[in-house]
């Protein structure tokens, strides 16, 4: 994307406005043959918002502008960006553009005097003594130190601890976008907790773009994998809705497919469990009960050990056994929820950090199915068996 700030029958007039351009410090400036004109195009990103906030700088310079297309972009991208117009502008872009290349993981030492000194201190003194000794850390190692980039990362995640989200995003992209020294491992970490930030944030285009950007830097198939279902589920909201609306649940499923690309059940369960419960809800989502049906009973099999995404598929076939009238065999499957254990930790956690009662869930479904029967019996007899629920 880019802005078109000008349009000329003759290639020497758009020499001269890009040389005006140039001169008032604008760059890159393109000159595009489109048929018989030549286009002057201010820039060229992968994203939207930037083009947006240049365009909106430069009216009071420029008479005529327009964001135009300057590269090819996906359907879903392209749906997003859409429904992103009609937002605010925001102050600078989204899109975190690496300025530096990143060192190898191997020339930091996990073992270094200042990383068992920042956890000693973390441990002994607390929160706010281990913060000030990072940015001390931070202030006096070298310029082209990598222990800089575990510095800003560790002072990141000290910042969500003290729910102070704005200042973790802020440090998260900084390292991100390659200003300070580090080695990649701990860039790629801070971008993909960057664009988890921008998720709870209800940014989809900005989140989508960020985790755009992880799978492209990034050599760990399992973050990529990560990256790739994050984005599958920004694809399905926006699909049901969300920011405006936009692209199709066909859409969805085949970025969930994508995650296959990178990894594998046995590699990566996480990814996989929940790219695959994704795709049976897409089914769901569009009233085709029996196939996800079908697809959450394969499901149950394949991935019995996935406790969260397991009870998620429970329910969901159960909701799809109601649909198409087979009330016992719903209430039946949803009953089977109460037989999980989420004492394992990281299993029973939503997106947003925090526990997911999938009982409570469960519960919540069984009294509407019932309530809709007018089943009081059933309420009652659930009363006995959970009564912390019912």
């Given amino acids: 994307y880019g802005v078109q700030v000008f349009k000329t029958p003759t290639k020497q007039e758009a020499l001269t406005r890009q040389e005006a351009l140039l001169q008032k410090g604008y760059s890159p400036i393109l000159i595009i043959r489109d048929g018989v004109f030549f286009k002057v195009i201010v820039g060229s990103y992968p994203d939207i ?3 947006k906030w240049m365009l909106e700088k430069m009216r009071t310079e420029i008479e005529e502008g327009e964001v135009v297309t300057t590269s090819n972009m996906t359907p879903i991208e392209e749906s997003m960006n859409s429904a992103a117009l009609t937002n605010s502008l925001p102050d600078t872009s989204k899109i975190v553009v690496e300025k530096s290349i990143a060192a190898s993981d191997s020339l930091f030492n996990p073992e270094r005097q200042e990383v068992t000194a920042f956890t000693n201190c973390l441990e002994n003194e607390g929160d706010a003594a281990a913060q000030a000794y990072i940015l001390n ?52 970490e801070a971008l993909m907790r960057y664009a988890f930030l921008l998720t709870g944030e209800k940014d989809k285009l900005g989140a989508y773009q960020a985790f755009e950007e992880l799978k492209k830097r990034t050599d760990d198939p399992l973050r990529k994998a990560v990256a790739q279902a994050q984005q599958a589920g920004i694809v399905m909201e926006v699909a049901r809705g969300a920011a405006g609306g936009g692209g199709t649940l066909e859409d969805c499923r085949n970025a969930c497919m994508k995650v296959f690309d990178y990894v594998t059940p046995e590699t990566a369960p996480q990814s996989c469990s929940t790219a695959e419960l994704m795709y049976l809800e897409t089914y769901y989502y569009q009233g085709d009960y029996n196939k996800s049906i079908e697809l959450g009973l394969s499901f149950l099999e394949k991935y019995p050990d996935q406790t969260r995404e397991n009870s998620m598929a429970i329910q969901f076939i159960g909701l799809a056994l109601n649909a198409t009238g087979e009330y016992e065999d719903a209430i039946a499957i949803l009953e089977k929820t109460f037989e999980k254990d989420f004492s394992e930790k990281g299993t029973s956690f939503g997106t947003d950090g925090k526990p997911w009662d999938m009982k409570k869930r469960a519960a919540v479904w069984i009294k509407h199915l019932a309530g809709l029967k007018n089943d009081q019996n059933l309420i009652d007899s659930m009363k006995i068996k959970y009564p912390e629920y019912f």
């Fill in 49 to 51: 918002l930037t083009p």
């Fill in 137 to 188: 850390l931070l202030d006096t190692a070298s310029q082209d130190d990598v222990i800089r980039g575990w510095c800003m990362l560790k002072n990141s995640y000290l910042e969500m601890r003290k729910k102070d989200k704005v200042a973790a995003k802020e440090s998260f992209k900084a390292l991100a976008e390659g200003g300070i020294a580090s080695i990649r491992a701990h860039r790629d």
